[in-house]
């Protein structure tokens, strides 16, 4: 399945919404309560303005919501986030996302070093999307007495004609 990646507009808001309230993903997200529409939007329309928060559609040729692909820039580490909707799971796109995305953040964020994921420690397919994609696991956290993997991917060094 191709897929298409593009920045998200507030007109994505909704489909934004009902995926990051559903079960699947709030049971595998850090914060796994139930996000009321007010907060959302309140936090949709924060990420949409900032320039240190990548926030992809990620759909396919009908150019139907798939899912959506998060960035967070912090100096030289970027945070990533990926949901996928439940009807388009187990189909390979989380890693064919990654992919693209990790290469867009590395090619328009010269100074960022690497990415992290913060995986929780029973999602499986999730882990094995991020290995797919060229991520390794790099240690374990704990966020609100829950464990999580964290997986990394670093920048290539740059090939000095050598």
Not at 45 to 70: P, V
Not at 80 to 90: E, K, L, M
Not at 124 to 135: D, E, V
């Amino acid at each position: 399945m191709n897929i298409n990646l593009r920045k998200a507009e507030y007109s994505d808001i909704e489909d934004v919404y009902l995926l990051s309230n559903s079960i699947d993903v709030r049971s595998n997200s850090i914060n796994q309560n139930s996000i009321s529409w007010l907060e959302h939007e309140i936090w949709f329309k924060k990420k949409l303005a900032n320039e240190n928060y990548y926030f992809y559609i990620i759909s396919d040729e009908k150019n139907s919501f798939i899912g959506q692909l998060r960035y967070e820039i912090n100096n030289t580490d970027a945070v990533v986030s990926i949901s996928i909707c439940d009807a388009f799971r187990g189909k390979g796109i989380s890693t064919k996302a990654l992919f693209e995305g990790t290469k867009i953040v590395f090619k328009e964020r010269e100074y960022v070093s690497k990415i992290i994921a913060y995986i929780n420690t029973e999602n499986k397919a999730s882990q094995k999307s991020f290995l797919k994609a060229g991520y390794k696991f790099a240690w374990e956290e704990l966020f609100s007495n829950k464990r999580f993997f964290a997986f990394i991917i670093e920048r290539e060094p740059e090939d000095n004609g050598n």
